[in-house]
């Protein structure tokens, strides 16, 4: 349910110009319209494995390009293409990507304006680190996505507890388990998209977050503007960012935030951004970046020409606290004649459990839906999904109240 509500859009666009042969680590359900072929393989990121499938599809199909938009299997992927001899950033360069320390080295080295950051081993290394560094810092896992496990620490008394979440997190890394300290960057945060062929990397579209459940930074929100007016101030930040990495083909999200108005480089995500990005700069440009991550692996040039300019918005529905989702609708009124309402989905149902991180849980533990709206700036596009997400009518029994229950029925 999750993973079609999130990628539906991506198979509908390569669907539509490829056959699709799909290596997946389970049984394909929703994804059987869009697909001729498929291997089901117990762990994809298991390099022999991997080959093994990419091998079997080669054998029953001519294979022109691979791809993947899921973060764990950028560098067995890449691995893989090379393989079969298919066009493909190097897994050296992926990899480094997929470490947020070596991947801070590249900038330095390369004159990228990043944050200040050190790898540390136990939670002493961190104090230090942090002392040197200053308050307040931010702790995360040196190899993981989706801001899991990333925690800001605003003095020495968080810190024990901000590096706990960290190490935790880090702890299910495959290819590093490390744990960073770095340097806080207090500015609004934003992601460029882009998109790079043979080494030349075109500007697309930046993304405005609002992040929200503190003292972690999950992005609750995010908006694309056409015209937005920082596209100039932060294409060649983003540009230097996929050159130093030695990105040279593929689509990548690149996350930075603007201190006293100057990006400064958070990471680079060297693949389609995730929490339907993808599809607000579609809604917003018309630039199809699922269609031209498809292109650019089959070794053909991608068409990033915008074919209108306007705004698309979406927000994350989260609860107020951790329980049981009781009710979750649109209110019917404003669901009939709403403007500008291009999607509302829910990915919870009434009588799940929802949970937010801090009880336990994580972005998808804790995340009921999500609405979209469109209109012909951002200031609409955001003003109509405020209207909508005030008809939204959620309501959660807190899982004290559930105790309670379950404590009486048993006496």
């Known amino acids: 349910m999750e993973a079609e509500g999130y990628r539906r859009h991506c198979f509908e666009s390569v669907a539509a110009a490829y056959d699709i042969v799909l290596i997946t680590g389970e049984e394909p359900s929703w994804q059987l319209p869009y697909i001729r072929d498929c291997v089901v393989v117990a762990d994809p990121t298991d390099h022999a494995a991997l080959n093994a499938a990419g091998q079997s599809l080669a054998e029953r199909h001519r294979l022109t390009g691979v791809v993947t938009w899921t973060e764990w299997y950028l560098v067995p992927v890449a691995r893989l293409a090379r393989r079969l001899g298919l066009p493909t950033t190097t897994p050296e360069a992926l990899r480094a990507c997929r470490n947020k320390a070596a991947a801070r080295a590249l900038f330095a080295r390369h004159g990228v304006s990043s944050a200040t950051s050190v790898s540390v081993r136990d939670v002493q290394e961190a104090y230090t680190a942090a002392g040197r560094i200053g308050y307040p810092v931010v702790l995360k896992p040196a190899a993981h996505a989706g801001s899991i496990g990333v925690t800001r620490a605003s003095n020495p008394g968080e810190l024990d507890t901000a590096y706990a979440v960290a190490e935790r997190a880090a702890g299910h890394g495959a290819q590093n388990t490390d744990v960073l300290v770095e340097e806080y960057l207090d500015g609004p945060e934003v992601s460029v998209e882009c998109a790079t062929y043979q080494g030349r990397t075109t500007v697309v579209a930046v993304t405005r977050k609002t992040l929200g459940l503190p003292p972690g930074f999950e992005e609750t929100a995010h908006c694309v503007d056409a015209a937005d007016p920082l596209l100039a101030t932060v294409a060649p930040a983003a540009e230097a960012a996929v050159a130093a990495l030695g990105i040279t083909d593929g689509i990548s999200n690149v996350e930075m935030r603007l201190v006293d108005g100057r990006p400064r480089l958070i990471e680079v995500n060297a693949r389609l951004a995730g929490d339907l990005i993808g599809h607000l700069v579609h809604l917003a440009t018309g630039v199809d970046l699922a269609r ?120």
Request: charged share 15%; with cysteine.
């Open 292 to 411: 031209a991550a498809a292109d650019i692996a089959c070794g053909h040039a991608p068409d990033l020409a915008p074919t209108h300019q306007r705004a698309a918005a979406i927000r994350f529905v989260y609860p107020a606290y951790s329980g049981l989702l009781t009710a979750c609708r649109l209110t019917a009124p404003f669901a009939e004649q709403a403007q500008g309402l291009e999607q509302a989905r829910f990915q919870r149902q009434v009588g799940e459990q929802v949970v937010l991180p801090q009880d336990g849980g994580d972005l998808f533990t804790a995340r009921i839906g999500y609405l979209i709206t469109t209109g012909p700036s951002a200031a609409l596009a955001q003003a109509r999904l405020q209207e909508a997400y005030r008809n939204l009518e959620v309501q959660v029994a807190p899982a004290s109240q559930l105790d309670a229950v379950g404590e009486a029925g048993a006496a």
